[in-house]
């Protein structure tokens, strides 16, 4: 899915429709917002901007995301930072990026601690090349409304 949506995706956008490559963005929600992060993370200039909703931010220290780097990448942990942006952040050495982080205050995998979007915003705030514009929406969850509702206005307002 990685090579797809940073490499065969873009290609094909931009042979099909009039568009300004300078100005790509990339978002996700959940473990597509995680997906959206590594992808910016690892690919310095490729987007302007990145904007996610309730993302899996720092998956080698959740249980979901360790139970699922075992399965995928084994028990080696410095594998793991690789893909998780947490680590990423720490690490980017790319020009400045513009990251907008939405997140629902009812979310139950925020208080299950499955998200850990606290351990990526201090992440950036460590790297001055990461501008993370993080927001906590109450009233919202997990669920499809905190993308549907937020999305657009998000790039008009943010990218």
């Given at each position: 899915m990685y090579s797809y949506v940073t490499g065969e995706l873009p290609k094909l956008i931009q042979s099909n429709f009039?568009?300004?490559?300078?100005?790509?963005a990339i978002?996700?929600?959940s473990m597509g917002g995680h997906g959206a992060l590594i992808a910016a993370?690892?690919?310095?200039?490729?987007?302007?901007?990145v904007s996610v909703y309730a993302p899996i931010a720092n998956p080698s220290e959740c249980p979901w995301g360790v139970k699922a780097f075992?399965?995928?990448l084994g028990e080696n942990k410095q594998a793991w930072k690789q893909y998780d942006a947490t680590h990423l952040a720490k690490e980017y050495d790319?020009?400045?990026?513009?990251?907008?982080l939405d997140q629902g205050g009812d979310d139950?995998?925020?208080?299950?601690?499955?998200?850990?979007?606290?351990n990526f915003a201090a992440s950036c705030s460590s790297n001055k090349l990461l501008n993370l514009n993080y927001r906590t929406q109450q009233g919202y969850d997990h669920g499809y409304f905190l993308y549907h509702e937020l999305h657009g206005r998000s790039f008009q307002l943010y990218c």
């Open positions: 009039n568009v300004n490559i300078s100005k790509s978002s996700g929600h993370l690892k690919n310095p200039g490729k987007y302007k901007c075992t399965g995928f790319g020009p400045k990026l513009e990251i907008l139950p995998y925020l208080t299950d601690k499955q998200l850990l979007p606290e």
